[in-house]
């Protein structure tokens, strides 16, 4: 157990919705970070957050938001889903400490699939 | 923008046997970290090593260490004693300094026959 939590599991939506995906980092951790895995683009740097402000993006779609709150749990918010956004979506953190480990811990993923 | 190849989408061992898996990357970075995660069919992404690219000395960590060429950007797994738990995907990854997104691989599908 990585210590990152990944809520849902799973995900069935339809094609024009919108979902959210939460992610609870290992405590102490300030940094999260979102990736997607998809069986065409691999595995994917999506966005980060460091202590509530957002610190790094990827190839994030204009559909796709991110926000960290203050209790550091981390929500990426989905819209105007297609068909191409089924996929695994990763939740990583790290400590990001002055001792420059970044190790990035991962959740078990959100399976998406959009119908 | 930096760049990482797996040039094997698959590779088989068997059990007991010692396998390497093959890492290049690229980068103008000289502060850096390379990683390897597992990604068995549960899908977690599970951490295997890490190597610091200011330290000249490989990482090892139980059956599992790295042969890492700087000069040549270069960076691989080699398992020893090949277990049937070690059947996964493997992904390579870099990241830069601190706190910076991983970019992965294209990762290697190991098969353990016994």
């Known amino acids: 157990d990585s210590g990152v939590t990944q809520t849902p599991k799973h995900l069935i939506t339809a094609t024009g919705q919108r979902v959210t995906l939460r992610c609870s980092p290992r405590s102490g951790d300030l940094s999260v970070y979102w990736y997607q895995q998809s069986l065409d683009q691999g595995l994917q740097f999506l966005i980060q957050?460091?202590?509530?402000?957002?610190?790094a993006k990827g190839n994030i779609l204009e559909r796709f938001s991110a926000q960290q709150f203050p209790d550091l749990h981390s929500e990426l918010n989905l819209s105007s889903l297609e068909l191409g956004d089924s996929a695994l979506y990763f939740c990583a953190s790290s400590v990001d400490d002055q001792a420059g480990k970044n190790i990035q811990y991962f959740g078990a993923g959100t399976r998406l699939s959009v119908l | 923008a930096q760049t990482v190849t797996q040039s094997q989408p698959e590779m088989s061992v068997q059990e007991a046997e010692t396998v390497t898996l093959s890492c290049t990357y690229d980068t103008s970075e000289s502060d850096y970290y390379l990683f390897w995660y597992k990604q068995p069919p549960s899908r977690q992404m599970i951490l295997v090593i890490r190597?610091?690219?200011?330290?000249?000395q490989n990482a090892t960590e139980n059956r599992f260490s790295v042969n890492f060429q700087k000069a040549a950007k270069s960076f691989s797994l080699k398992i020893s004693d090949s277990q049937l738990g070690d059947a996964a995907m493997y992904f390579c990854?870099?990241?830069?300094?601190?706190?910076?997104?991983?970019?992965f691989g294209e990762g290697t599908q190991l098969t353990v026959n016994p």
């Open positions: 190597q610091e690219a200011y330290k000249q």
């Open positions: 957050y460091y202590n509530g402000e957002e610190r």
């Open positions: 990854a870099y990241s830069g300094p601190s706190g910076s997104r991983l970019t």
